[in-house]
């Protein structure tokens, strides 16, 4: 299939590494202008645009921490007087904070990841859908998590933010679709990064997630990053209110193969 996405904007937040800059590649080739959101490190998201525009494609950085909802309104501003209003937002900017025990977390901590995670989703969505629903067009994508539905010890804040994450989703996608706007998410497993690399540098760390995951290895930012082109182009019309996991089968218990 061509997935064409001419003439369409589009804002990835988080887009300056990772799965965020794939998917701003990929956009890019499909077509679209794209928004290279980041915080703090302009050179990646430079190196991003770069890449693109390097391609032939066409693409801005612009700088906002997406927990701060003034920031937000001005990074929307500065989108409106650049590319134009967004046809396409990806909510990808997410961290997982530091692991710790639900009862020794510091509470600041774990308040951060709920800020950016949630918060700044809600954040970026509203203003898209502001600009969104008169126009009675758009797709809105959040980046969730297989821990969307795992428990993970350790990260309360992370499995919480992404289980909040799914149901913000659906509730939007119910309230956008009378004006013809997709919302919907994307769940990724284990995905090779620079982020986790000292899981899959290390040869008995990889060995212990590989168990996790019935395919038995680790995906690529391109699976993401394709899968996601696929589902914010027409291709993927009749897709929303739901969360598509793209987790080698992790959520399949694969401990589970062996019996109960």
Known sequence: MNIRLDGKVALVTGGSGGIGQAIARSLAASGASVAVNYIGNRASADATVSGITDEGGKAIALEADIADMTAVQAMFAQLDATLGAPDI????????????LSWDIDPAAWRRVIEVNLFGSFYCSRQALQRMVP?????????????????????????????????LTKTMAQEAAPFGIRVLAVAPGAIQTDINKSVWSDPEQMRDLA???PLGRMGQVQEIAGLITFLVSDGGSYVTGTTVFADGGMTDYPDFSHGG
Not at 89 to 100: E, K, P, S, T, V
Not at 143 to 167: C, D, N, P, Q, R
Request: aromatic share 6%.
């Open 89 to 100: 937002l990806i909510n990808c900017a997410g961290i997982d904070g530091h692991g710790a």
């Open 211 to 213: 168990e996790k995951i």
């Open 135 to 167: 126009r009675k067009s758009g797709v809105i994508l959040n980046i969730s998590s297989v821990h969307e539905t795992i428990a993970w010890t350790g990260y309360s804040a992370y499995t919480s933010s992404k289980a909040a994450l799914s149901m």
